[in-house]
């Protein structure tokens, strides 16, 4: 199937950088947000990213005019989604908003459109059961920062059909990403490996076996990591990481994923990193 109008839906950080990468590879994208005001943000976001690769030499200046014109801003699902041959959903990380939003999806994209959740651990088969298309449901996991990282995580859910694998596949590939496929269980790969290690350098704060530049220093000199843990659980969002704790735990019923103590003190107190000025570090 050839995919050529895609809607992203959710223009936070993940759904910025996947509508970002969308249009600079010639799709057309609509992009869908809940309100002007986060519409505006998004755009103002991507347009500073296409800058950035502008002024160090990866596009030109044709380039990323032609990106943003690839983009229009819709408020409304039904709007956005119609002629969509792709849906990609970007929205928070609760799984009564994406089924309220899956559902919106559903009634009102075409019947070939292909569904894609970029959820970084909610079950894809849950996720495609509010759908009334399971077949062409599937996780499209995207890495912050989505314009930089290589990877797409390709996650089939259990009625997953070949023809949307396969057409996601060669899309990723279009968007010069990797697709890696795995099969849909909690936390998929990358978050069942990445969380317990994010978990654990928090254990070494918790516990005083040194400091978060100690362990983050480790990490980096010693393994090669490009940020230390500590530092990446900032960037992906403290809750984030919380939330995506909680679905291992709860999905596996096994104690080796219980959250930190200290994560959940930090999210209480709404030290949640970059995004509100300090998680373990200050920004
Ligand atoms: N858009 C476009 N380009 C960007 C960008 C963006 N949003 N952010 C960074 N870049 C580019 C820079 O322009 C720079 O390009 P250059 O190599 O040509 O100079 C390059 O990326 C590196 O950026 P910087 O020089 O500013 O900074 P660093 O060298 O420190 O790299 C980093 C920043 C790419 C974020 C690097 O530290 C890194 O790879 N960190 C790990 C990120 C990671 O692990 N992400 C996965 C998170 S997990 C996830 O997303 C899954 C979810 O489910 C939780």
Redesign the pocket.
């Known amino acids: 199937m050839d995919i050529k109008k895609v809607a992203v839906i959710g223009g936070g950080t993940?759904g910025n950088?996947i509508a970002?990468v969308f249009a600079m590879n010639g799709f057309k994208v609509n992009l869908i947000e809940t309100q002007q005001e986060f519409a505006d943000r998004a755009i103002s976001?991507i347009t500073?990213?296409?800058d950035?690769?502008v002024s160090?030499e990866?596009i030109d200046e044709a380039k990323r005019n032609d990106s943003l014109a690839n983009i229009s801003v819709h408020l409304d699902i039904a709007d956005g989604v119609k002629e969509a041959d792709l849906v990609v959903e970007a929205v928070p990380e609760n799984l009564d908003i994406k089924k309220t939003v899956w559902q919106a999806i559903d009634k009102s994209a075409p019947g070939h459109a292909i569904l894609g959740s970029?959820?970084?651990?909610i079950s894809i088969t849950k996720l495609a059961a509010s759908t009334n298309r399971p077949e062409k449901f599937i996780g499209m996991?995207?890495?912050?920062?989505?314009?930089?990282?290589k990877?797409v995580e390709i996650v089939r859910g259990l009625e997953t059909d070949d023809a949307t694998y396969t057409a996601v596949e060669e899309t990723s590939k279009k968007l010069n990403k990797i697709p890696v496929p795995v099969n849909d269980f909690p936390g998929f790969v990358?978050?069942r490996v990445?969380?317990p290690m994010i978990n654990e350098a928090i254990f070494c704060v918790h516990e005083g076996v040194a400091t978060a530049e100690s362990v983050d220093e480790v990490m980096k000199l010693g393994m090669a990591?490009?940020?230390g843990p500590l530092?990446?659980a900032d960037?992906?969002?403290l809750d984030?990481?919380l939330d995506?704790l909680n679905v291992l735990y709860e999905g596996f019923k096994d104690s080796k994923y219980r959250p930190c103590p200290l994560l959940v003190k930090m999210v209480d107190a709404g030290k949640l990193g970059n995004k509100t000025g300090e998680g373990f570090y200050k920004y």
């Open positions: 993940m950088g970002h976001t500073k990213n296409l950035r690769m160090k990866k970029n959820t970084s651990s996991h995207f890495f912050n920062p989505v314009p930089v990282m990877l990358s978050n990445l969380m990591h490009p940020m530092r990446l960037f992906i969002g984030v990481c995506i």
